[in-house]
């Protein structure tokens, strides 16, 4: 049992004991050894059920908006994608900081469940380190810039116009808008999506790559300056759509248009989308 799990449990054992929060939010083993998937804690004799190992990759902080009325406090285990997810979902307005117990646990990156290695979502991670917690448990990690995150998206930008949209549209025939991408991300936190409105003209319902692509291009646009690059859409997509292709795109253009912006790194700063400035650049117009 590694140091990090023994105080996780410690921890968590003593927030619920102390009543200080009624259910704790972090990972348990799964089925399988190579699946550590969320785990839910309410009873303080059950924390030995909490884990850390290399494969904890899901994000905890979306299960926030489980049951957003429920009364008592949330204690929940935070990386530093978590952690950053959670200041989205406060600027958002969907939680509210004093129901949150945030235990930051500086991370070094998950491994892939397959192939062993550094999953993807992780080796591109510039905050390894929660950027808000109550609790910290590990040695923090310093930001990384990591510029070589938007490779793909440089290279993509090369081609011809003709060539990007093929592209695009060959990812998109193979949708099967299952939703998994918006359901796991903590930017798309509507109470209604788009998606799943009935009103004529939004979104029809049937699968074909034309409305593939209107649904994956209306939710890249809609969480584009939100993003946190938490990589959890492209993880879970059944069908392997490089998802974080699209989304970097969208950061990479935010980031020279407004300056270097990194979303949920608090919850204060108005998204650049979301802010009107005079010196904003005007060279679309």
């Known amino acids: 049992m590694n140091a990090i799990q023994i105080k996780m ?17 972090g990972w348990e083993k799964g089925r399988f050894a190579h699946q550590s998937p969320p785990a839910f804690i309410t009873d303080e004799t059950k924390v030995e059920r909490l884990i850390w190992d290399e494969y904890c990759l899901t994000g905890t902080a979306k299960y926030l908006l489980d049951d957003p009325y429920r009364a008592g406090k ?35 990156g998950m491994s892939d469940s397959v192939s062993r290695q550094m999953a993807a979502k992780c080796c591109d991670c510039t905050h390894p380190t929660p950027v808000v917690y109550d609790l910290m448990i590990g040695e923090p990690v310093k930001p990384v810039a990591k510029p070589e995150r938007f490779k793909a998206v440089a290279e993509l930008e090369q081609k011809a116009a003709q060539e990007k949209s093929e592209y695009w549209t060959r990812q998109f025939a193979k949708c099967i808008r299952c939703y ?106």
């Open 9 to 25: 449990r410690e921890v968590a054992g003593q927030l619920l004991s102390l009543g200080e929060v009624d259910r704790v939010i």
């Open 74 to 108: 949330t204690g929940l285990f935070a990386r530093g994608c978590d952690a950053r997810a959670i200041n989205r979902l406060i600027q958002d307005g969907q939680v509210k900081r004093e129901n949150i117990v945030i235990i930051g646990i500086c991370c070094t």
């Open 180 to 285: 998994a991408c918006r359901n796991i991300c903590p930017a798309c936190n509507c109470r209604e999506c788009f998606a799943d409105q009935y009103r004529v003209g939004w979104l029809g319902k049937q699968h074909h790559t034309a409305e593939n692509q209107v649904f994956g291009l209306t939710r890249a646009y809609h969480i584009a300056d939100r993003c946190i690059e938490c990589g959890e859409c492209a993880r879970v997509c059944p069908v392997g759509i490089p998802l974080m292709e699209l989304n970097r795109k969208l950061i990479k253009d935010i980031q020279q248009l407004f300056g270097d912006y990194h979303a949920g790194v608090d919850s204060e700063t108005a998204p650049p989308l979301g802010r009107y400035s005079l010196d904003d650049m005007e060279e679309f117009m």
